[in-house]
């Protein structure tokens, strides 16, 4: 079975990420699936009346449900899936934790960047994100790791999307991934 290939969108909290990652589904010449952690929540995985209840503190669920997605995305590649990832990580942890579960596939890193006031123009529009994400995601998000590709999110999602293509169908080398991978190795 042939190993699936990532397209793995990292930004802020309403960057853009979603919006590029269902164009660049319906764009890109191959089949791809589109898993993010919304996903999840949206579909009624959690138990999100009763964590808003405070029924089922999220603070005691929130490092399982990570745990487990960021564990769950090697294997679907390993079955065979490609998949556009999009995704915020918090943590240096997280990144060494995804560069070890990631590199060994055929993964494109590409940084989601949009200036902290269009971050935030974005986020107090949309009326389902806590305001003040967008703020601290801009304040850390970039700082885990380089990219192999980057995008303005203040450009027309269609170019940021041929721009990706593009870059990930001329690629060349090992990924960012591989070579962090590398570099913890040591």
Request: proline share 5%; charged share 25%; aromatic share 10%.
């Amino acid at each position: 079975m042939t190993q699936g290939k990532i397209i793995f969108l990292h930004g802020a909290s309403s960057s853009g990420k979603s919006t590029i990652a269902r164009l660049l589904q319906a764009t890109i010449d191959a089949p791809f699936w589109h898993i993010s952690i919304d996903h999840l929540r949206d579909s009624g995985v959690l138990p999100m009346d009763r964590i808003a209840s405070g029924a089922f503190p999220w603070k005691d669920l929130r490092d399982g449900f990570f745990d487990g997605y960021h564990r769950s995305l090697p294997v679907y590649a390993a079955a065979g899936n490609n998949m556009i990832i999009e995704h915020i990580i918090d943590t240096q942890e997280w990144m060494a934790l995804l560069v070890a579960l990631l590199s060994p596939f055929d993964i494109f890193f590409v940084g989601v960047h949009c200036p902290l006031e269009e971050l935030e123009r974005r986020e107090r529009a949309r009326k389902d994100r806590a305001i003040g994400d967008a703020r601290r995601d801009f304040e850390t998000i970039h700082r885990h790791a380089p990219y192999d590709f980057e995008v303005d999110a203040t450009r027309p999602p269609a170019e940021n999307v041929a721009a990706i293509i593009a870059a990930w169908k001329e690629r060349s080398g090992p990924s960012v991934f591989q070579r962090m991978a590398g570099q913890m190795s040591v």
